[in-house]
């Protein structure tokens, strides 16, 4: 069994697509291990996209990540990471496949609802940085 880390980000939470969002992960068959909502600070933003720190969207996307509530998910299935990916759809919602998370609702390259770990190596990484094992319902 793979594990990813999901956000559902301000903007997705304020426009009331949690419900929506978690339906389509569990349609899909996949578990939430884990899920909590929280209000990240700046620095905390800055901190868990450090490795875009670099990238001219830098500055913009921890301000909007940290603009208001987010939903931080563990999704376990086999084959999660990508499952989870092809769920999103393209970073760009212009680029992104009819049916997916942010084709159908993301309006902005920035404010595309969700995130998702990448790889297997931030997937640890990024679960660790909002969860505890003891949060974790395996
Ligand atoms: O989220 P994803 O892994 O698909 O894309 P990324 O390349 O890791 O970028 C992280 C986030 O930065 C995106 O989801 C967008 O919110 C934002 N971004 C942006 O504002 N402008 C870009 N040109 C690329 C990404
Ligand atoms: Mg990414």
């Not at 700046?42 to 450090?50: D, L």
Request: with cysteine.
């Amino acid at each position: 069994m793979e594990r990813t880390l999901s956000i559902i980000k301000p903007d997705g939470v304020k426009r009331g697509l949690i419900g929506e969002v978690v339906k389509r992960f569990e349609a899909a068959g996949i578990k939430i291990a884990a899920m909590k909502m929280l209000h990240l600070s700046k620095e905390q933003a800055r901190a868990f996209y450090a490795v875009h720190k670099e990238r001219p969207f830098y500055e913009s996307l921890t301000d909007f990540m940290s603009s208001g509530p987010i939903v931080v998910m563990v999704l376990e299935a086999e084959n999660v990471i990508r499952k989870n990916r092809d769920l999103m759809g393209a970073t760009n919602y212009k680029d992104a496949a009819p049916g997916t998370i942010r084709r159908d609702f993301a309006s902005d390259i920035e404010k595309n609802v969700v995130h998702g770990s990448d790889a297997p190596e931030t997937a640890s990484t990024e679960i660790a940085f909002f969860f505890n094992s003891l949060e974790i319902c395996g």
